[in-house]
């Protein structure tokens, strides 16, 4: 099973970036699916996640401006991240919940 992440790169405040996550021997649709992230001297945080069912929850930092979404013909997750701030910068990584499937990371930097 691998789960490739992409979609992070530098990004002024105020912009977006859409996050991806394409698994290659797994279904997704199957599974709880959770983006996560780490800021350099933090720990890592579960930022949002989207049930096998559909259902979504993101903490509250981000509410309002980040969205999960799955798409089952690509067997790929998203994260669309709006209104992009300086504290949203740290590696992105996605994870299949209650499995040991991480996603390699990408970088998000939000800087002017």
């Known amino acids: 099973v691998q789960l490739q992440a992409s979609g992070g790169g530098l990004v002024q405040p105020g912009g977006s970036l859409r996050l991806s996550c394409a698994a290659s021997g797994r279904i997704l649709r199957f599974d709880n699916m959770g983006w996560y992230r780490q800021a350099p001297g933090k720990q890592r945080e579960l930022v949002a996640k989207i049930t096998s069912f559909g259902s979504t929850n993101y903490v509250d930092s981000v509410k309002g401006r980040f969205t999960v979404s799955g798409d089952n013909a690509k067997n790929t997750v998203y994260l669309q991240m709006n209104s992009l701030k300086p504290e949203d910068t740290a590696v992105y990584y996605c994870?299949?919940?209650?499995?040991?499937?991480w996603g390699q990371g990408t970088q998000v930097t939000v800087s002017s």
């Open positions: 994870h299949t919940e209650g499995t040991v499937f």
